[in-house]
């Protein structure tokens, strides 16, 4: 790894990361979270466990010799002949913190959406896991980890209470006292303060580094994270809650790794719509063979996507082998493209009926107002979205759930709104003496012309997962009847 930016590094006054057991932390210049200069007293010692001793001794003893290892940077491997790979990869492993994650009491979407990112910097990721809150057991599991991986990535574990134990662990591990660091006990001061509270004194524990750590800086939240260094290998350790972990890996994280597997992996994903996963597969078979890339069908419940893929040594290297893919899947699939990567249906909508002065407005049962949202949360809202009206069915002309009544819904949703296009969507969530199942919906599309389409589906999967499917087939015949219109 290469030396941590100006903004986020500690100048260490000992030799590059210290070693197990220094008793004062030797702060010379600091550059931490935008604070500069020196500090202003020495930093105070904050010895692992202190709390408790109970915890103070667990996993310190019996330590094994940490002994040197390659670079993150792995050095190019020799083909047999004799021609360097320049396509080196970093192994890595994620490790979830938290005895709520170990229980089922909250979903592990952190590690699914850390592992999403890996492959395009060329990353490896081997194993996961999930560790409850035990300070042996953490320190236990990352020497596992640091034995087997380049890059251990934690998320959790880094708050101010007693069950926090990621800073400690990794200080176990090294074998590395943490110390207080005065610029981030006053970056916390000054964050309470502002709300107008008193810091709580356990919130000291977030100021603490070890030398071979420096911070990741955290504006939204107290917790900063650490980037951990030694012996060729790193432990990147960011907060639990999502948006502090995301905002922290895009702006701090990835950035820092960038390039140094070697080689990385660029995709390009297009997004179709109205055409089932076995024809989309079949016509794209011409591209299928193109040298350097790898394409694959995905059905998604906005259509079937198609990811195209390219590893290369750098992301234009790789940009160049996909252009030529797309091209001729936009030439195969025409308007049955809707999107590409991030986009959405309904910030396609709400584009595209910006760009010719239209807008659409909805009228909803059961959905309770979910269409309505789904279409003002686009960026582009603001002067294609022009209401939306949510009735209980006791409207006689709305009652029943029939693709007459979504019609009616739809063509009373233009009047009342005066918009151009008009949706309505009608559902049985629980069951109903008109249907003949529960989980039936109908949605509905009027278009400017009064011409008016319906479509009826049946989902047996619960509330929830009826009322987001009826919101993305109302999304995807609105697209349909827009396209139409041109």
Known sequence: ????????????????????????????????????????????????????????????????????????????????????????????????????????EIVDTNSAWIAQQLPALGIDLNHTSVVGDNLERVTGTLRRTWERSDLVITTGGLGPTEDDLTRESIANLLGEEPHVVPELEERLRSFFSRRGIEMPETNIKQAWLIPSARVIDNPRGTAPGWWTERDGRVIVSMPGVPPEMERMWIHEVAPQLEGRSGSVLVTRTLKTAGIGEGTVDEMARPVFDMPGIGVGTYARADGVHLRIGAKAATREEARRLIEPVERELDAIFGNAIWGRDEDTLEGFIARTLRERGQTVGTLETATGGLLASTLSDAPEARGSFAGGLVSAGSEEEFAGVSAETAEAMAAAARERLGSDYGVGITASLEGDATVEQPGTFFVAVAGPAGDRRSMKMVMAQGRAATKRRAITTALMLLRSGILEEE
Do not use: Y
């Open 1 to 104: 790894m290469g030396a941590p930016p100006a903004g986020d590094a500690v100048t260490n006054a000992r030799p590059a990361w210290g070693r197990g057991g220094v008793p004062v932390l030797d702060v010379g210049p600091v550059a931490l979270l935008g604070f500069a200069g020196r500090p202003r007293q020495g930093p105070r010692s904050c010895p692992v466990g202190s709390r408790r001793r109970d915890r103070g001794r667990a996993g310190g003893g019996g330590r094994r010799p940490l002994g040197h290892r390659p670079a993150l940077t792995r050095a190019p491997r020799q083909s047999r002949s004799g021609r360097a790979d320049r396509l080196a990869r970093v192994k890595a492993e994620i490790v979830a913190i938290g005895t709520e994650i170990l229980l089922g």
